[in-house]
């Protein structure tokens, strides 16, 4: 069965205190992982997609990392403007266009 | 502007009532997607389209049903809204298999 997993549920940090964020997956046939930032109220906004083994991704302190079970979404010296849920989710097995989300992680950042 | 437009973007209805949400994009894609954002229950698909003459059943399409007016126009309604249909709904779009998925602000529907 497909499956994401996002740990931890909740993470606090104080501002500059760098960490990471892990998706556990378990799908047929990676077709791509997608990484999301939501704002409360707000549609999940794109940050990254990666598709195979090894390959890396940055933007601004966020770097996102891809192995054959498993993403990370490092965040280097955040700033409070990074607190937000970070959605991960992979393509469905087979043609079904479904994307399966994670639980997401709430990362709060304090100045 | 949003490359994906969601209205009504608040809606209160009754026990019973019709309701279509809409939504439409700018981005020339051919797929389109209805989901619902539960707390705890994490974003889960309703109904998706690949293009107009294409619809499927997502996870939970129970109480739901959909209209691909047009490449750029996908509706949900409610024929007959109950309470647990209360919840925060996003039309995404992408294009081809395999793409990144873009979604809308949401909309948020309260069912009293």
């Known amino acids: 069965e497909d499956q994401v997993t996002q740990s931890p549920e909740a993470l606090r940090l104080q501002e500059g205190e760098s960490s990471s964020l892990n998706c556990s997956y378990t799908?047929?046939?990676?077709?791509?992982l997608f990484w999301y930032r939501q704002d409360p109220g707000k549609g999940p906004e794109f940050l990254f997609t990666?598709?195979?083994a090894g390959e890396e991704k940055e933007k601004e302190r966020l770097k996102a990392t891809l192995t054959k079970k498993e993403s990370f979404l490092h965040i280097t010296a955040p700033k409070p403007e990074d607190s937000a849920t970070y959605l991960c989710a992979v393509h469905g097995s087979g043609n079904t266009g479904k994307l399966i989300f994670g639980q997401g992680t709430t990362l709060q950042v304090k100045p | 502007d949003a490359d994906v437009t969601q209205t009504p973007r608040n809606r209160i209805t009754k026990t019973g009532k019709r309701i279509m949400l809409e939504c439409s994009q700018t981005k020339g894609h051919d797929r389109m997607y209805w989901y619902r954002q539960d707390p705890g229950l994490g974003l889960r698909l309703i109904y998706y389209?690949?293009?107009?003459?294409?619809?499927n059943k997502g996870e939970i399409s129970d109480g739901y049903s959909v209209s691909r007016q047009a490449q750029a126009k996908f509706s949900l309604s409610l024929e007959s809204a109950i309470p647990n249909q209360t919840a925060l709904y996003f039309c995404a779009t992408s294009q081809g298999p395999g793409n990144t998925i873009y979604f809308g602000e949401g909309s948020w529907l309260t069912v009293v």
């Open positions: 990666l598709y195979s």
């Open positions: 389209s690949f293009d107009v003459k294409d619809i």
């Open positions: 799908v047929s046939g990676l077709r791509g």
